[in-house]
């Protein structure tokens, strides 16, 4: 017997999470939130998808659970939806100043900061 879902914010949800069409079938996994966090808004998802990267809208989730998302997106308009649109995705490196190397000692004395661009 599988346990029941819980709701979840948006800010909990985890790359990898299910994201399932209207009727239940799967659409696709998680690949990021897209929000502005300075408003605290939800605007939608990046989802793979077996067509690709795909933008799902937030008014499009019907259901943020520890399951997963459900959409109100019918299994035949999934080819349709957009690709995510907008500037890159930039996500912190934490290991990038572990080592010996002249860099690494100027990051850690420094505490510079460094991004890394999301492969797509």
């Known amino acids: 017997m599988s346990e029941p879902s819980s709701p979840i914010a948006y800010t ?19 690949e990021h939130v897209l929000q502005d966090a300075s408003l605290d808004l939800f605007d939608g998802l990046a989802v793979h998808t077996a067509h690709g990267l795909r933008f799902v809208d937030a008014a499009q989730v019907t259901s943020i659970t520890t399951a ?12 349709a ?20 190397g002249l860099t690494a000692w ?3 004395t420094f505490r510079r ?8």
């Open 12 to 30: 909990a949800l985890e790359k990898g999470a299910v994201v399932t069409t209207a009727n239940g079938e799967r659409l696709g996994t998680v």
């Open 68 to 79: 997963g998302v459900a959409t109100s997106i019918q299994e035949s308009d999934v080819t």
């Open 81 to 100: 939806l957009p690709a995510p649109d907008g500037d890159a995705v930039l996500d912190a490196d934490p290991e990038q100043y572990q080592g010996e």
């Open 106 to 108: 100027w990051g850690r």
């Open 113 to 120: 900061s460094h991004w890394l661009r999301e492969k797509e």
